[in-house]
């Protein structure tokens, strides 16, 4: 006779981009408008035009976007951003990885990416 679980209806409507997302925002400008051109802009605050690309959060005006910019919330986002992840503890010593070499963008139309071996 219960009504369900709301508060997991609600935590997914807030739910906001992941930091492996955010990285590759930062590192390849293609796809951070890959992610704003999936967006209408008449449903996003503002219209769209104030856009934090750290804490992947839209603002209705200009002054909220810079008052946001010298918040708490926006330089935690920063640092964490900066930070490098921890090792996996599972991952195999001396097992090889591949990772996109920074500053390539990964191309959706082809299926040739370029990678770089690492050896961990």
């Given amino acids: 006779m219960g009504t369900g679980n709301n508060r997991t209806i609600t935590k997914t409507r807030r739910k906001i981009r992941d930091v492996d ?3 590759a925002d930062l590192l390849c400008a293609r796809h951070l408008e890959q992610f704003k051109d999936s967006k209408r802009p008449e449903d996003l605050p503002g219209l769209g035009q104030n856009y934090c690309i750290e804490c992947a959060k839209w603002f209705d005006t200009e002054t ?3 008052a946001h910019k010298r918040g708490k ?16 503890p599972r991952r195999i010593p ?27």
Avoid at 73 to 88: A, I, S, T
Avoid at 100 to 120: F, K, L, P, R
């Fill in 73 to 88: 919330p926006h330089k935690r986002r920063v640092k964490q951003l900066r930070e490098e992840p921890e090792p996996d």
């Fill in 64 to 66: 909220t976007l810079k």
């Fill in 94 to 120: 001396g097992a090889q990885t591949t990772s996109q070499s920074i500053g390539q963008c990964y191309d959706t139309q082809s299926a040739h990416v370029a990678h770089m071996e690492v050896d961990t």
């Fill in 21 to 23: 997302q955010i990285k």
